[in-house]
């Protein structure tokens, strides 16, 4: 069976000895680091920005799969692809010309990804669903690690799994927010293929051997 991917949510890190926390993932099992960024207008927070991106690119060995929760990422796309960016990420809620946008970030050579929020109906990305290499469905609302996941996101994850038959076979599904061995292979078997862990992997006694956890569900 397809074995799905892992990738630990940077912002759970500690911030104050960052280097260790990248190379504790470099270590890892995980696949990808997935880094938030954050503008305070379309979150109500503010996460980190390029200047510290460019220095997790410096030490990680793994693809930077990056999460713009900014208004008009349009305007950041160079940047984000100049600081280290492999996959970028935009909200449907965020952009006015989603084609165009989704176009610009292939144009840079990146992977292209568009996040829903947790009521953003999948059905909304019909018509550009053939264009994408990757879906994350937020399980919480963006902003915040942490939080509580959304049971609603099993039925999206399968409803969205269903539309992109025929379509986009390889499409990515990814989940975000509140992600835990307690919903983790439900999500697998509703036929997600990428896990973002924050403070599940971050806050745990032992990241390593929780990334492993995450990376050995089999759902065969
Ligand atoms: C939320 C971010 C998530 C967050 C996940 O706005 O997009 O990537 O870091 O953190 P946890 O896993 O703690 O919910
Ligand atoms: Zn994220």
């Avoid at 305070?40 to 930077?64: D, E, R």
């Avoid at 809620?93 to 610009?104: M, Q, S, V």
């Avoid at 049971?151 to 379509?167: D, F, S």
């Avoid at 307690?182 to 293929?193: R, T, V």
Wanted: net charge negative; hydrophobic share 50%; proline share 5%.
């Amino acid at each position: 069976t397809k074995s799905h991917l892992i990738a630990p949510s940077v912002l759970a890190a500690d911030f104050a000895k960052l280097y260790d926390d990248i190379i504790m993932v470099n270590k890892s099992e995980a696949d990808w680091f997935h880094i938030d960024i954050m503008d305070g207008v379309f979150v109500p927070n503010i996460s980190f920005g390029f200047p510290v991106m460019q220095a997790i690119a410096k030490h990680a060995t793994k693809p930077l799969d990056v999460h713009l929760m900014i208004v008009d990422p349009d305007r950041y796309l160079q940047v984000c692809k100049d600081s280290g960016a492999d996959i970028i990420t935009v909200h449907y809620e965020a952009c006015t010309h989603l084609h165009r946008t989704l176009a610009a970030i292939k144009e840079l050579g990146c992977k292209a990804g568009v996040a829903l929020n947790p009521h953003t109906p999948v059905a909304l990305l019909k018509d550009v669903l053939a264009d994408l290499d990757l879906v994350c469905l937020m399980s919480v609302n963006p902003g915040f690690g942490g939080q509580k996941f959304i049971p609603n996101t099993y039925a999206k994850v399968q409803e969205l799994r269903a539309m992109a038959q025929g379509v986009n076979d390889g499409l990515l599904i990814e989940i975000d927010g509140g992600v835990t061995t307690a919903n983790a292979a439900q999500l697998l078997k509703a036929g997600a293929d990428v896990l973002v862990a924050g403070s599940f992997v971050f806050n745990a006694a032992d990241p390593l051997e929780t990334v492993k956890t995450l990376k050995d569900i089999d759902i065969a």
